[in-house]
């Protein structure tokens, strides 16, 4: 395929990495962002094509899809996520897309008209994947574990730099977290070349499935500190997110029926898909120490010394 392909989020973790790995291809790439800002400008001087406007706005979807044959649909956790997906399959539909790739949640793989969750998210991703399959849409899913960067670190990061300890209401679960840069590169993969994916889902596992105390490991070992996982307990947990004020009550819902489905164990899950698609394994948490957290992983991972990298991931963390 030789059209322009449109990254939805493109302000966001997944988008604006799948447009950098499209680019660094030479693919024709549009990015539509909420609006125009310097995460936008970057995306511009790497030749990304920008159009500014609202997802759940039918005349900017249509306005930001005309000319393009493959879209990836993603957008931050919201209570608007439904519709936004509506509008853009309307939209697609209405322009012929060849392939559109649908982010989703693995939790979706384990839910049904009568096994929901307490997270208005999940609900929604599931009826989306429902709306998305009537629609006839030429549909890729990629189904994501919770996300190593913007989910797992972003919630130890402060009890790490402050205490040394991971504080997390995580029980004795084992999870599997993915970077978001591989999510990226398998959505990146698909739309280069959908053929073959079209009507498959991808379920996305980083490379082990650990006990936070194992994890606690990896982080000791990264950072050359001895950081310990503290198991906290949940509800003043949720309390404290919820009085930092930083969080809407859709999202701290969300994020605390993530916490309660690990203690239950229902992360503990592996696959092989994004070594499946992309030929290349998911970065484990100290890979991405290593490489994720100085600069963003390209096709061809960077390598550094490592006295470097342990020196810059602690100035960060420590
Ligand atoms: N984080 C995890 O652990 C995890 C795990 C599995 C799956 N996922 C899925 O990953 C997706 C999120 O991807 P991500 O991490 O790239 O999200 P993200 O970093 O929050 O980026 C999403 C982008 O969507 C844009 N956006 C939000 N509402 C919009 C609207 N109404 N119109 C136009 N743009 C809008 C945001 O713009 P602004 O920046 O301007 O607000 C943002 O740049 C979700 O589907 C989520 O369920 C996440």
Same mark, same amino acid.
């Given at each position: 395929m030789t059209g322009t392909i449109l990254v939805t989020g493109g302000g966001g973790a997944v988008g604006s990495a799948v447009c950098e790995f499209l680019a660094e291809r030479g693919c024709k790439v549009r990015a539509m962002v909420r609006q125009k800002d310097a995460r936008s400008e970057k995306l511009a001087a790497r030749g990304v094509e920008i159009a500014a406007g609202d997802l759940c706005d039918l005349h900017a979807a249509h306005r930001a899809m005309e000319g393009c044959d493959r879209v990836y649909f993603g957008m931050s956790v919201s209570p608007a996520y439904l519709e936004a997906t509506v509008n853009m399959a309307a939209v697609a539909k209405h322009h012929q897309i060849k392939a559109f790739v649908n982010i989703s949640q693995m939790t979706v793989s384990q839910m049904g008209i009568t096994s929901t969750t307490d997270s208005p998210q999940q609900k929604m991703h599931w009826l989306a994947e429902q709306a998305l399959g009537w629609s006839g849409l030429p549909v890729v899913t990629v189904r994501p574990t919770a !996300? *190593?960067?913007?989910f797992f670190l972003r919630l130890s990061m402060q009890s790490v730099r402050q205490h040394r300890q991971i504080r997390l209401? !995580?029980?004795t679960g084992k999870i599997s977290p993915v970077a978001s840069d591989d999510v990226a590169r398998v959505i990146a993969t698909v739309l280069e070349a959908p053929e073959g994916h079209v009507g498959r889902i991808y379920e996305l596992t980083g490379p082990r499935s650990q006990s936070m105390t194992e994890i606690a490991e990896e982080f000791s070992e990264a950072l050359d500190e001895t950081i310990t996982y503290v198991d906290v307990p949940f509800e003043p947990w949720r309390k404290a997110l919820a009085d $930092?004020?930083? *969080? $809407?009550p859709h999202v701290l819902t969300h994020l605390a029926t993530m916490a309660l489905l690990i203690q239950e164990n229902r992360y503990d899950r592996l696959t092989s898909d994004v070594e499946r698609v992309t030929g290349s394994p998911a970065l484990d948490l100290t890979g991405w120490f290593w490489t994720g957290l100085i600069e963003r992983v390209s096709w061809d991972r960077r390598s550094r010394t490592c006295g470097e990298v342990r020196r810059r991931a602690r100035s960060r963390w420590c």
């Open positions: !996300f *190593l960067n913007t209401p !995580f029980g $930092s004020g930083a *969080l $809407s």
